[in-house]
């Protein structure tokens, strides 16, 4: 037999003329199903004539040796860039040695049709051996189907070595299977509610109903030692659930595939925009947006995950001996209303339903335990939905409710289920309009009913919590008078993004109080909660000022007017940036938050005209320094400002000091540390043009990311800055050797051997991505009221490599001076605030003119 040319030339324009085909009837009809079955179909097809072409001409030939689909491919599941998981099946060692070349012929011919061809080989006993380090081998099995070859040798597979492999090994199967499966939630923390979910491996995407099928499978086969009947092993009630979602999900996932040409699964915004105009899976409904369609897809995914969890948690084989234990001394807390089998919820009196109170406590002994609704207590619950809405509990009575809720451990689950069940929407339907909403700024990663879900739960944790940060705002929660009022406000707080309202705060404020007034709440407890709604975004915006300005304290001092309500909005800033996704709460940031705190703590409990700290602390352990002359001193801090020593410890001044006596020796003078959270350089170096700028240059021109930066300099012309920065890529951290040669690149730079632009141009090409997903127009705000030294600059604009050297350029060129940068952003949005002077005053007005016109050109250009 011969591969000849024309064969593989005829399989190659036959796969793509079909290819073509499958995708031109699914952008007519939608319809994923079909479209996965006949590209199965197709590949099969191909399969099973080059394995007559190469391996055998026979019928069923040759005997000991068999070709099975695995996986996807065995289930007829072929999307159309999926991989294709063949098992070249062995009776034994002898057809495997005499076909190793063939089946290396059969492959390569796949693969020069630009398949993804994933081949095994395996004897039938190497089948049977389970192997703890490769489950997914013996899951694939499972969906095994018979293509070409000894059709007994596949039988015996089939009939007889997998049943009593999944008898043997169900347990270690299930265990594994469920790690995995648990694994993978977490990574995507264990929601649905993603901005741009990955449409199979997102929590409630194709894999859930993978693994929903296993467990069901793998148990009936236990049960029934042997191959369950032709009907799906999946319960009646789940399959009830699968059926449209499993729709919409396979054709979601044909339209990703067709669209990007590759197995990408990840529904991104410029893909949902298209979804949506296309109606993928849902061409009968009218939709105004993506957010209709967004919806759409968690409701689909929602109802895959909550299924796929519950045969999780209710397959015995999945639980350890020391779950059971534990979920049988949880069984204990069974009482009159609610009795707890396997950790799962069960009505003692099913009726009592319908009496309101019952349902509510229900939730309360869930946020109380931990517990999860057994299928049939939701599906009680949803069964007494329709005459709850003819007399749902208002005012004061659901107050008490939703307020004992909030207050258990467990609140954020309790609400999580409460909302899946659409009862939270039926008490409150305020927060209809934000039920599954994507919101896009590439910053947050959750819907907003999700976030706001996420926020109570970080809340509640911090007081359990191994962080040390987490557990010191667990600290002051733990001193609250009323942490239900916060626990409300967080749940409300994000509402008016549900709105077209361009300020979502002052919306969130409307839909607040209307809710408080059905919810009777107390006047003095509305005012609360209405403070903290509408000033949930002030301790942000009060750290892109210098908080170690007194002034800065004292303003958001007055405006939190007591120390409980600074607790208050600390907690609820530090829950609300935690909740926006894992990386958001840098530790940066919870530092400064806590600090911003602290201070303005310390200000409320002096006496309202008690001066704040002013440097003399520092300054007095200055003067004690034996080794240090108090000429010496004095000359050094001639001309710098009181805020240098506000910021400054006396050691760190110290060591500014010699640095500065060493500029004879070398110009510039450089130190290096690293922090608990960041880097700190500390540059001592003669004043010169675009110093500020080079060295932000230099700095992100090495990708390190700048997150604050003080500038001073003394009458006799010495500068003293100092950059606090991350490092993005791990450089300094893992290559100990990088310290010196990029302390070295900095110094050049500063001295004219190397140049700071031609470095950030090799950054920027290596760092060029796609266009931003996320517009952002480039705002400049001038303040001349918030500083009593410098003018306040603002700069909102599109986060790219180099942007501060860009900014700063422009400030040399308008001969101003930084006294201070604070450097922030929110995806892929630049938040960075400067405190400038020019000529050592305020900048004018006509000053601040040129600058902006300046910055709008530099910035419109880049």
């Known amino acids: 037999m011969s591969t000849a040319a024309p064969i593989a030339h005829d399989l190659r324009d036959f796969y793509t003329s079909e290819i073509s085909r499958i995708q031109r009837q699914f952008a007519e009809t939608g319809d994923g199903r079909q479209a996965v079955l006949q590209r199965t179909v197709l590949v099969e097809t191909i399969a099973q004539r080059l394995w007559k072409e190469l391996i055998s001409p026979e019928e069923r030939g040759p005997e000991g040796f068999a070709m099975v689909a695995l996986g996807g491919f065995g289930r007829a599941w072929l999307f159309p860039h999926s991989d294709i998981d063949l098992l070249f099946l062995h009776a034994g060692r002898g057809t495997e040695e005499s076909y190793k070349d063939r089946i290396r012929r059969f492959s390569q011919e796949l693969w020069d049709l630009r398949l993804k061809l994933s081949p095994t080989t395996r004897t039938l006993a190497e089948c049977d051996r389970f192997d703890s380090e490769n489950v997914e081998f013996t899951i694939s099995l499972l969906d095994c189907r018979y293509l070409a070859g000894d059709r007994g040798l596949f039988d015996r597979l089939h009939d007889k070595l997998i049943p009593k492999l999944v008898m043997r090994e169900s347990q270690s199967l299930v265990q594994s299977l469920t790690e995995v499966t648990r694994h993978r939630h977490a990574k995507y923390g264990n929601t649905v509610f993603h901005l741009e979910p990955n449409i199979k491996e997102t929590p409630g995407g194709l894999r859930d109903y993978n693994v929903a099928c ?497 500038a001073f300099s003394n009458a006799a012309g010495v500068v003293l800055d100092t950059f606090y920065f991350t490092d993005r890529f791990r450089t300094l951290e893992l290559n100990l050797p990088e310290w010196e040669r990029f302390k070295r690149s900095i110094s050049d730079v500063l001295v004219g051997e190397a140049d700071v632009n031609k470095m950030l141009r090799d950054r920027v090409r290596s760092d060029r991505g796609g266009p931003a997903k996320v517009k952002v127009e480039t705002k400049l705000e001038f303040d001349n009221e918030c500083s009593s030294h410098s003018t306040l600059l603002q700069i909102i604009a599109q986060d790219r490599p180099g942007l501060l050297h860009r900014i700063c350029s422009c400030f040399a060129n308008s001969r101003c001076n930084i006294d201070l940068a604070l450097i922030d952003t929110e995806g892929q949005m630049a938040i960075d605030v400067f405190y400038l002077t020019s000529a050592g005053a305020k900048l004018s007005a006509e000053e601040q003119n040129n600058l902006q016109a300046s910055l709008a050109e530099a910035l419109s250009n880049s």
């Open 214 to 710: 296993w467990l069901s499978l793998i148990s009936a086969m236990d049960k029934l030692q042997g191959w369950p009947g032709a009907e799906s092993s999946l319960p009646a009630s789940v399959q009830r659930q699968f059926g449209p979602a499993l729709d919409f999900l396979m054709a979601t996932r044909c339209f990703l595939h067709f669209r990007h040409g590759r197995d990408d699964n990840t529904l991104s915004w410029e893909a949902q925009d298209e979804a949506t105009i296309l109606k993928i899976g849902a061409a009968e409904l009218s939709l105004n947006n993506a957010a209709d369609w967004m919806r759409i897809y968690f409701r689909h995914a929602r109802a895959v995950h909550r299924a796929s969890v519950q045969l999780l948690e209710e397959v015995p084989a999945a639980k350890s001996s020391l779950y059971r234990h534990f979920q049988n001394l949880r069984s204990r807390v069974s009482n009159s209303d609610f009795s707890v089998v396997d950790g799962f919820i069960f009505l003692q009196q099913p009726s009592g339903l319908h009496d309101p109170q019952l349902l509510l406590r229900l939730f309360e002994f869930m946020a109380h335990h931990g517990l999860k609704l057994s299928t049939t207590t939701e599906y009680r619950i949803e069964h007494v939905l329709p005459s709850l809405a003819a007399a749902p509990p208002k005012g004061a009575e659901l107050w008490s409710y939703l307020q004992a809720i909030l207050m258990e451990p467990h609140a954020a689950d309790a609400m999580r289920a409460m909302h899946s069940l659409h009862l939270l929407t039926l008490l409150l339907p305020e927060l209809k309009i934000i039920d599954s909403l994507v919101v896009r700024d590439f910053y947050h990663r959750f819907t907003v009913d999700e976030h706001s879900f996420l926020a109570i739960e970080c809340l509640h944790r911090a007081k359990r919590s191994q962080s040390e940060w987490d557990r010191r705002y667990g600290d002051i929660l733990q001193e609250l008078e009323q942490p239900d009022l916060l626990y409300l406000a967080l749940l409300l707080h994000d509402v008016g993004k549900g709105t077209p309202s361009e300020n979502h705060v002052t919306a969130s404020l409307e839909i607040a109080t209307q809710c408080l007034e059905q919810l009777d709440l107390d006047p003095a407890d509305r005012e609360t909660v209405l403070f903290l709604i509408g000033s949930h975004l002030d301790i942000s915006t009060t750290l892109r000022r210098d908080i170690f300005d007194p002034d800065t304290i004292k303003l958001f001092a007055e405006k939190m007017g007591t120390p409980e309500r600074l607790k208050m909005l600390c907690l609820l800033t530090y829950a609300d940036i935690k909740a926006v996704n894992p990386e958001a709460l840098t530790p940066w940031k919870a530092e400064n938050v806590y600090q911003l705190y602290i201070s303005t703590a310390n200000y409320l409990s002096r006496s309202a005209d008690q001066p704040l700290h002013d440097g003399n602390e520092t300054l007095t352990r200055l003067q004690n320094f034996a080794s240090l002359p108090g000429q010496k001193l004095k000359a050094f801090l001639e001309g710098l400002p009181a805020r240098y020593l506000r910021v400054h410890s006396a050691e760190s001044v110290l060591q500014q000091i010699e640095m500065a006596e060493k500029l004879a020796e070398n110009p510039v003078q450089l130190a290096l540390t690293r922090g608990r959270n960041w880097y700190e350089l500390s540059i001592v170096v003669a004043d010169r043009p675009f110093l500020f700028a080079t060295i932000a240059g230099t700095l992100a021109a090495w990708g390190m990311n700048i997150v604050k930066a003080n």
